[in-house]
């Protein structure tokens, strides 16, 4: 079953934020975040590897809280650059590689 | 530069003939993945492999096949049992363990 994203899009203006939702129904061992630009390849962001773990990389940051099985994207004082679809994929516990992507959110980051 | 290479870029079919997708990569990696990407569906798993010789089937399996004979290359061939086989096909690559998964340029195929 596939995680659920939220919002499905949002738009903001350059230096505004967002916050992009991920929640699973099964019992996750990582969250993985990838962004993707029209037309291209989708872009590793970071991975999560355990309940309460949050991490960083300039102004986009990621949290992962396993009791509630629920990950979320910070987008801080949003670039241009920033524009584009992100997913999350959900790894069960279980062993498998697989990762379950979810139906991914549009972020536009307008001038 | 290592990387994962799928070719072509661009392909179009006729109905009814089967058609082999190329996946390369030469970042060493074990395991190897093929998605479908619909507007809107996010990725969808077609096909894993996490070891030479052997894969596994991901969410939608149907009409499809693989073979991982090297460790570098994993083939997708969309078969004529596919009902809707238009669509954005990507793969990728990552060492075992919870890594990051590494992705090709994509093949966008139509079938007519």
């Known amino acids: 079953q596939q995680p659920v994203q939220s919002p499905q899009a949002v738009i903001l203006r350059e230096g505004e934020d967002a916050v992009i939702n991920c929640s699973s129904s099964k019992a996750l061992y990582s969250v993985h975040w990838y962004r993707q630009k029209h037309g291209e390849a989708p872009v590793f962001l970071m991975i999560?590897?355990?309940?309460?773990e949050q991490k960083g990389h300039e102004k986009i940051s990621a949290s992962f809280n396993e009791k509630k099985q629920q990950s979320s994207l910070y987008l801080t004082a949003s670039q241009l650059s920033y524009s584009g679809t992100y997913f999350c994929?959900?790894?069960?516990?279980?062993?498998?590689?697989?990762?379950?992507f979810g139906k991914g959110t549009k972020l536009t980051v307008n001038p | 530069d290592g990387g994962i290479t799928q070719s072509p870029k661009y392909l179009f079919r006729k109905e009814g003939q089967n058609v082999t997708l190329s996946c390369e990569q030469n970042?060493?990696?074990?395991?190897m993945y093929w998605y479908r990407q619909d507007p809107g569906q996010g990725l969808r798993l077609i096909y894993y492999s996490q070891i030479v010789n052997d894969f596994q089937k991901g969410d939608i399996a149907e009409g499809y096949s693989v073979s991982r004979e090297k460790k570098e290359s994993f083939p997708l061939t969309v078969t004529s049992a596919q009902k809707n086989p238009t669509a954005f096909y990507l793969c990728?690559?990552?060492?075992?363990?919870?890594?990051?998964?590494?992705f090709g340029p994509g093949t966008r195929l139509t079938v007519t």
């Open positions: 990728a690559s990552s060492m075992i363990g919870s890594h990051e998964q590494y």
């Open positions: 999560l590897l355990k309940g309460g």
């Open positions: 970042l060493n990696h074990d395991a």
């Open positions: 994929g959900g790894q069960a516990k279980g062993g498998s590689e697989k990762l379950v």
